[in-house]
């Protein structure tokens, strides 16, 4: 079984990435930190139910380890857009063998006292051309109570793909919050705010 964990917008730059949701959602993104491993940096939002966005992007300063990246960013270019869903389960190592090729290997990870192993794959794409969630298992607190409430709650995550169905019926998921429509690949979400509803796509 997984879970929902949280989604990812991303941004040729973090300013950019962070900006954009702000605009979108009218509420305040607060600092995150850096991912050493890939090079990474973001931003975060709390959300009701345990939940939480991060903006992310390349660190220009940074020096990652390892590549490809993490959500394909090595190959992203363009406006800031939700770029991908993340959810978590116990058991990554076993649940990846149950789960379509190229879903990714754990890859360990830190920041600060936050300790968690991502699924990443080979090649920094997800299947479903990068419509399946990443999938993380994480080995400390989350880190989601720590995140201040901006009185923003996921309402619905649209996940459209020409095999929907199939990508669908590969997850082991029961979220009524998540829909999958067959349909040209992308996602978008919408969010109860305090400026009433709001889309990021």
């Not at 993104?29 to 009701?48: C, I, Y």
């Amino acid at each position: 079984m997984i879970e929902l964990d949280h989604i990812a917008v991303a941004g040729e730059t973090l300013e950019a990435a962070a900006d954009y949701v702000e605009a979108a959602l009218g509420v305040p993104l607060q600092a995150g930190g850096q991912h050493q491993v890939f090079g990474t940096h973001n931003r975060l939002l709390g959300l009701a139910d345990g939940l939480y966005l991060e903006a992310i992007a390349l660190d220009p300063s940074a020096t990652p380890e390892r590549r490809p990246c993490w959500f394909d960013l090595d190959n992203f270019s363009g406006t800031p857009r939700l770029t991908n869903w993340i959810c978590r389960a116990n058991g990554l190592t076993s649940l990846l063998e149950r789960l379509p090729n190229g879903a990714g290997t754990p890859v360990a990870l830190t920041r600060g006292d936050l300790v968690w192993d991502m699924a990443v794959p080979a090649d920094g794409k997800l299947p479903y051309d990068n419509l399946f969630p990443a999938l993380i298992e994480w080995h400390s607190d989350h880190p989601a109570p720590r995140l201040q409430q901006q009185g923003c709650a996921l309402r619905r995550l649209v996940v459209s793909h020409p095999d929907a169905a199939e990508l669908e019926d590969s997850l082991l998921l029961q979220d009524g919050r998540v829909l999958f429509e067959t349909g040209p690949a992308g996602m978008e979400v919408e969010f109860d705010t305090p400026h009433g509803r709001r889309i990021l796509r």
